[in-house]
């Protein structure tokens, strides 16, 4: 899929290197399909919040420290999507 996409294996890395790091070991047995268990484990628990029990929580800043995400996104995936900036404002 990478070299459909045209990414180089150095790119690929930069980018997804988590997830494919992951799926050396095979894909989640789940499939990615949720049921809320964090939730369920916070009910139980008798937390308020979730965040004790989700996997990869967020910051206060909306930032997935685990990811580094939302990263910057370069020019050429700008071009690509046809996406214009406005960083005057």
């Known amino acids: 899929m990478f070299a459909a ?3 180089d294996t150095e790119e690929q890395q930069h980018k997804f ?18 049921f809320g268990f964090d939730r369920l484990c916070a009910i139980l628990g008798g937390s308020e919040s979730i965040r004790d029990f989700i996997a990869f929580p967020k910051n206060n800043s909306g930032r997935d420290v685990m990811l580094d995400a939302p990263a ?3 020019d ?3 071009q690509e ?5 406005d960083l005057k404002s």
């Open 72 to 74: 910057s996104i370069d």
């Open 5 to 7: 996409l045209g990414m």
């Open 76 to 78: 050429q995936q700008l």
């Open 17 to 34: 290197g988590f997830l494919l790091g992951a799926f050396e070991y095979g894909a989640p047995p789940h499939g990615g399909i949720a």
């Open 81 to 85: 999507l046809q996406i214009a900036l």
